[in-house]
Antibody, heavy 119, light 112 residues
Framework: QVTLRESGPALVKPTQTLTLTCTFS??????????VSWIRQPPGKALEWLAL???????YYSPSLKTRLTISKDTSKNQVVLTMTNMDPVDTATYYC???????????WGQGTLVTVSS | QSVLTQPPSVSGAPGQRVTISCTGS?????????VHWYQQLPGTAPKLLIY???NRPSGVPDRFSGSKSGTSASLAITGLQAEDEADYYC????????????FGTGTKVTVL
């Protein structure tokens, strides 16, 4: 079955760079049509799409965060990595990775990882 | 910075029907992109509820249905049950300013 799991630091300081890893199983990111995205949710707020990488290594970013985000994949390890630079307290959120299949819906989600930005 | 607008909250008694609207624009729903819906139970990750405007993944009760018209979409829950109390989000694609995917503002459903 398809599973995704996020990992990374629970606490980062302002101005630091955040690195999150999504480790997945049950599908291959080298299969045509497969994509993995990062989505975040500040406490008590709505979901916000951040970035997506597809099977062909094409990458897409939220325009408002594009200068701070980098998404990459390691197909052999079944991992997708997101880096976000210059972290700020407003970036405090639960960060999710999710699979997007050919239907352009996020059909499987990880459990999420809460990242707090504080000095 | 959600570009899809939903009512903050809706409520209904058990057994009633409630609907949640999702209003977009000509660059997303109105451009023909499909709408998907997610259910987020308290303290858990979102779960795909409706995909492709009106399709239910395996295991989702047929009490949930979706529709789309023009620049808007709706999620209907018939026969409301206590376990339906959750946050619901719509999601679509968008072609303005190279934005790819957008979520709604979210709606809290309360079962009275």
């Amino acid at each position: 079955q398809v599973t995704l799991r996020e990992s990374g630091p629970a606490l980062v300081k302002p101005t630091q760079t955040l690195t999150l890893t999504c480790t997945f199983s049950g599908f291959s990111l080298s299969t045509s049509g497969m994509c993995v995205s990062w989505i975040r949710q500040p406490p008590g707020k709505a979901l916000e799409w951040l970035a997506l990488i597809d099977w062909d290594d094409d990458k897409y970013y939220s325009p408002s965060l594009k200068t701070r985000l980098t998404i990459s994949k390691d197909t052999s390890k079944n991992q997708v990595v997101l880096t976000m630079t210059n972290m700020d307290p407003v970036d405090t959120a639960t960060y999710y990775c999710a699979r997007m299949g050919s239907g352009l819906a996020f059909d499987f989600w990880g459990q999420g990882t809460l990242v707090t930005v504080s000095s | 910075q959600s570009v899809l607008t939903q009512p903050p909250s809706v409520s209904g008694a058990p057994g009633q029907r409630v609907t949640i609207s999702c209003t977009g624009s000509s660059s997303n729903i109105g451009a023909g992109y499909e709408v998907h819906w997610y259910q987020q139970l308290p303290g858990t990750a979102p779960k795909l509820l409706i995909y492709g405007n009106n399709n239910r993944p395996s295991g989702v009760p047929d009490r949930f249905s979706g529709s789309k018209s023009g620049t808007s979409a709706s999620l209907a829950i018939t026969g409301l049950q206590a376990e339906d109390e959750a946050d619901y989000y719509c999601q679509s694609s968008d072609n303005s300013l190279s934005v790819r995917y957008v979520f709604g503002t979210g709606t809290k459903v309360t079962v009275l």
